[in-house]
């Protein structure tokens, strides 16, 4: 078929193109795909798009590795010097014993015990946003809700970076991980430069914390040591520094605005939800499915082998699509309808295996309190006008979804 994963950026642009999704699944569920290089010959990649292959790769750490790269761009090179060691280090990007070993050091900061502590804090700032938003007669979604928020809690309430500095380091992510997304309109020269400044900023907060320890997960960090006794080193440092700001408030985000969205086209699915709260947790399931934030993750193979009918050679890249799994026909009843009541809903938003997201349990919170206190509301709300996506096969982000606070369509009855 004549889609091209790498290139056709604009067919994202309306959402993910999941027709295209659907025709691959169906006649080449892996296939070859074209990767244009700036410099050198052109390249390519292997694209997975069920639900059964994409699990299968995720599950063989050892035969599809990440250090070679999590994009479909290979990472600097191991000869790299800092700060390019703080990119290739974030713990997507890591194997076997190290990756382990930097798991086993942050994992006991997000067990469900752990974040219960931000729980009140969360549940205080959605209510916050909520109630803010709502006073205006119309707004964005994005702008005034499914941005700051996840932004607050995961810089801010578990971070601890003070807030003049939150937007900041967003600024970093997105220029790493949306450099040709035209809504930030990024300098040719932004991505090193934000390199560089959030390396800078990492290598400060570190001593900071380091003197004077805070209530926050960047002093727990700073002052944790590994199971073999090691100390965490000002590099080390920076490298969980960035694996804390990539992927963890803007997939968020995406997954807040893109089930805000589902539930504004479906007023009677928000209209039972509200009548009946405990159908969230079940609901939120449901969102993430729906909303696949991340589109793909890459893989190296390690050896020859086989995936599907296709032979995979060593050193080939391998693109894990998530949301083409999350709508295989083959694991999910009527894939394209929204189901708050779907169980199981074995999707795989979170990834799979090893680098299974660790935020998940902090992520399922966040929403869980965005639309508890969005459904508190006695108002709803109503589109006004074009929803749009990011120009990016990477993250499947909403930058605007305007909206104008209405009567109480959903009121209790
Ligand atoms: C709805 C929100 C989220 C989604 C959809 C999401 C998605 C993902 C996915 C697909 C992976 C797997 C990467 C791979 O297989 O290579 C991942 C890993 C990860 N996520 Fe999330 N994430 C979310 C929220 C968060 C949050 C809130 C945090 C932290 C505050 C976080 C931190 C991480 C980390 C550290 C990893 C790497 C784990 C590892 O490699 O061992 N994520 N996430």
């Not at 941005?147 to 970093?172: K, N, S």
């Amino acid at each position: 078929m004549s889609f091209s994963f790498a290139t056709d950026l604009d067919a994202f642009v309306a959402g993910d193109p999941h027709e295209a999704f659907t025709q691959l699944r169906r006649e080449e569920p892996v296939s070859w795909q074209r990767l244009p290089m700036l410099h050198g010959p052109d390249q390519g990649f292997w694209l997975v798009m069920r639900h059964h292959d994409v699990v299968q790769v995720s599950r063989d750490a050892e035969g599809y590795v990440s250090n070679e790269g999590t994009l479909l761009v290979d990472h600097p090179p191991s000869t790299a010097p800092p700060p390019w060691t703080m990119i290739k280090s974030e713990f997507c990007s890591l194997d076997g014993a190290v990756h382990r070993a930097y798991r086993d050091l942050l994992s006991p900061s997000f067990t469900s015990k752990a974040i219960a502590v931000l729980e009140t804090r969360i549940k205080a700032r959605a209510e916050r946003l909520v109630s803010e938003a709502f006073a205006e007669d119309g707004f964005d979604v994005a702008e005034k809700l499914a941005v700051p928020f996840p932004v607050g809690v995961v810089l801010g309430d578990l971070l601890g970076l003070p807030e003049e500095d939150r937007f900041r380091a967003a600024y970093w992510s997105d220029v790493l991980s949306a450099p040709e997304d035209p809504h930030f309109k990024h300098a040719p020269d932004a991505t090193i430069r934000a390199v560089q400044e959030m390396y800078d900023y990492a290598v400060a907060l570190y001593h900071d914390r380091k003197a004077q320890p805070q209530d926050d997960l960047a002093s727990v960090i700073a002052h944790a040591r590994f199971k073999d006794g090691g100390e965490v080193s000002v590099d080390v440092f920076t490298h969980f520094f960035w694996s804390m700001i990539l992927g963890s408030f803007d997939t968020t985000a995406a997954s807040i605005a893109g089930g805000l969205l589902a539930l504004i086209q479906r007023p009677a699915i928000a209209r039972e939800l509200r009548d009946d709260t405990s159908k969230l947790p079940l609901a939120v399931e449901e969102m993430l499915r729906w909303v696949s934030a991340v589109v793909y993750f890459r893989r190296t193979a390690t050896r020859d082998q086989m995936l599907g009918d296709k032979k995979i050679a060593a050193g080939d890249r391998v693109a894990l699509c998530y949301p083409s799994a999350n709508r295989d026909e083959e694991v999910f009843e009527n894939p394209f309808e929204f189901n708050i009541h779907r169980k199981p809903n074995p999707h795989v938003s979170f990834g799979f295996g090893a680098h299974f997201c660790l935020g998940a349990k902090l992520a399922r919170m966040e929403m869980k309190a965005f639309f508890e206190a969005l459904l508190a509301r006695p108002q709803w709300l109503k589109q006004t006008g074009d929803v749009r996506h990011a120009r990016s096969n990477f993250l499947n982000r909403i930058h605007t979804l305007p909206v104008e606070v209405t009567g109480a369509p959903c009121s209790r009855r």
